[in-house]
């Protein structure tokens, strides 16, 4: 006797659990079907932002700062490449050099009332007659002049213009007001600023990516090429870009 109700007890409190259960499911069933389309909208949204957050880690570890128009088409194509580099340089120098003509023109409208003027338009010559070394030594030298002058700081350590620009990004554009641009900017500009400046002052071994001080010292050994010159162009358009971007939000 004592037996059978002990059974009964465990059958009768199995078949109280299964009907939670199958309410809690029935319940959650109808939750979903009321709020599918929200759901499966955020899903989506955060299936997109993985997405885009994989092709800015390839842009990052190829040193590139992208500033053009990241659409969904071609950062499919960037996930999906064995190429990043040929894709890139595909995007900026097919169609005429449709992109990267923009870039020049929005950075030279830029520079026209710059101290430097001058020095971008022998820069520029020499990157027209396929001197890309030359070109690629005159954009650095660029760069220390662009960042002095935006950080507000003339010494000429790098780390402490870059933490000055940092700051003033920081301060003058907030954090929920971003777009993705300006975060694929920041991500990239940040990261492309770490490799660019690796400590290679033994100058033993020559790194195979962009690197300032073999070119500005004097010990690169290594051809350069348009693609190199892009890289850097994009970095300092992100700068530019980053400089409009907090003038304007400041007004």
Same mark, same amino acid.
């Given at each position: 006797?004592?037996?059978?109700?002990?059974?009964?007890?465990?059958?009768?409190?199995?078949?109280?659990?299964?009907?939670?259960?199958?309410?809690?499911?029935?319940?959650?069933?109808?939750?979903?079907?009321?709020?599918?389309?929200?759901?499966?909208?955020?899903?989506?949204?955060? /299936?997109?932002?993985? *997405?885009?957050?994989? /092709?800015?880690?390839?842009?990052?570890?190829?040193?590139?700062?992208?500033?053009?128009?990241?659409?969904?088409?071609?950062? #499919?194509?960037?996930?999906?490449?064995?190429?990043?580099? $040929?894709?890139?340089?595909?995007?900026?120098?097919?169609?005429?050099?449709?992109?990267?003509?923009? #870039?020049?023109?929005?950075?030279?409208?830029?520079?026209?009332?710059? /101290?430097?003027?001058?020095?971008?338009?022998?820069?520029?010559?020499?990157?027209?007659?396929?001197?890309?070394?030359?070109?690629?030594?005159?954009?650095?030298?660029?760069?220390?002049?662009?960042?002095?002058?935006?950080?507000?700081?003339?010494?000429?350590?790098?780390?402490?213009?870059?933490?000055?620009? $940092?700051?003033?990004?920081?301060?003058?554009?907030?954090?929920?007001?971003?777009?993705?641009? #300006?975060? *694929?900017?920041?991500? #990239?500009?940040? *990261?492309?600023?770490?490799?660019?400046?690796?400590?290679?002052?033994?100058?033993?071994? $020559?790194?195979?990516?962009?690197?300032?001080?073999?070119?500005?010292?004097?010990?690169?050994?290594?051809?350069?090429?348009?693609?190199?010159?892009?890289?850097?162009?994009?970095?300092?358009?992100?700068?530019?870009?980053?400089?409009?971007?907090?003038?304007?939000?400041?007004?």
């Amino acid at each position: 006797m004592m037996q059978s109700e002990g059974l009964a007890n465990i059958i009768n409190g199995t078949i109280k659990f299964c009907q939670m259960i199958g309410n809690a499911l029935s319940a959650y069933h109808n939750w979903y079907m009321k709020n599918a389309d929200t759901i499966e909208h955020y899903i989506l949204a955060f /299936a997109n932002l993985g *997405c885009w957050y994989a /092709a800015v880690d390839e842009l990052v570890s190829h040193q590139i700062v992208f500033t053009g128009d990241l659409s969904s088409e071609l950062i #499919t194509e960037i996930n999906a490449a064995n190429n990043v580099d $040929e894709i890139i340089e595909n995007y900026y120098f097919s169609n005429n050099a449709q992109h990267i003509n923009i #870039t020049l023109a929005r950075f030279q409208a830029y520079m026209q009332s710059s /101290a430097y003027s001058e020095l971008f338009a022998q820069t520029l010559a020499a990157y027209s007659l396929t001197h890309y070394h030359l070109a690629c030594i005159g954009m650095f030298a660029i760069i220390d002049g662009v960042f002095a002058d935006f950080s507000n700081n003339k010494k000429t350590g790098y780390k402490i213009r870059i933490d000055a620009i $940092e700051k003033k990004i920081s301060d003058r554009l907030e954090l929920d007001n971003l777009d993705k641009k #300006t975060l *694929c900017i920041c991500k #990239t500009m940040s *990261c492309f600023e770490e490799s660019i400046f690796k400590d290679n002052y033994n100058f033993e071994n $020559e790194p195979s990516e962009l690197n300032r001080h073999w070119v500005m010292h004097g010990r690169s050994q290594r051809v350069y090429t348009r693609y190199d010159f892009l890289k850097i162009l994009l970095w300092l358009d992100a700068v530019v870009f980053l400089d409009e971007k907090i003038n304007e939000k400041s007004q």
